[in-house]
């Protein structure tokens, strides 16, 4: 039988096994652990078979990452250090983050409402029959709950909120739901924050798809262009706008007054005779027509496909 260790030894233990997790992992989760008990916990453990769960003290751990940090120079995990509060646990993992967590997220063990404590959701009690017997009557009015009585039984008429969120639960709150065999909460271990090579931030980040990131470097781009073009200051973003509005406004200079460059000559060329606009646009004319009679031929016959339109067709030949 293995001698059983002091005091002291196990701190010395303990802060060996974190400096060693530090080492190994470059991604942690921090989780609150309220209300999870041992059981629980181990189950966890098992589930978890790529990655390390660890409880502990906050002051120890806080200890151990100072001294460990100033020894090998990696200031980066001195991160952690505020995100030790309250009852948390450090889960070490070199698997994908979002997996994990939602691993972590199926370990949840449901419990009954004890006296003070404070509910993490609302507490409705559902109607319908609650099997106890007429006697207890005057505890549910006691509670301001609608009942009659069916068939020997106590029945609750109508849905009732009987804690809210945020309330701790009260002693006849809690008799009730005992009475009623209901147990409202359910506790497990709850991500709070990601530490990853250093950087920390929130799990939700864990949430986000390709698509997300996509879209938020879109709307950051388009915020960019949007200022630049308000401030008159030129940037990567901005500068096809800019390009366009500086064409734009020599355009019009040039089809105000004689001056004139290659791509404004044709624009002038049309704006001095409309009826070339009627020219360009009868070739567009031409080719619906054709469609039309195409679609109107028998099914049997090979169906001949319009020629595409050309850029002379729409009228793009002005900036040729």
Known sequence: MAPKLSKADKKIAYDRKLCQLIDDHTQILVAAADNVGSNQLQNIRKGLRDSVVLMGKNTMMKRSIR??????GNTDILNLIPLL????????TKGDLKEVREEVAKYKVGAPARVGLVAPIDVVVPPGNTGLDPSQTSFFQVLNIPTKINKGTVEIITPVELIKKGEKVGSSEAALLSKLGIRPFSYGLIVLSVYESGSVFSPEVLDLTEDDLVEKFANGVSMVASLSLAIAYPTLAAAPHMFINAYKNLLSVAVE???SFPKADKVKEYLADPSKFAMAA???????????SAAAAPVEEKKEEPAEESDDDMGFSLFD
């Open 85 to 92: 509060v309250g009852n948390v646990g450090l889960i070490f």
């Open 67 to 72: 001294i460990h940090a100033e020894k090998t």
């Open 257 to 259: 007054t004689d001056y």
């Open 282 to 292: 009868a070739p567009v004319a031409a080719a619906d027509s054709g469609a039309a």
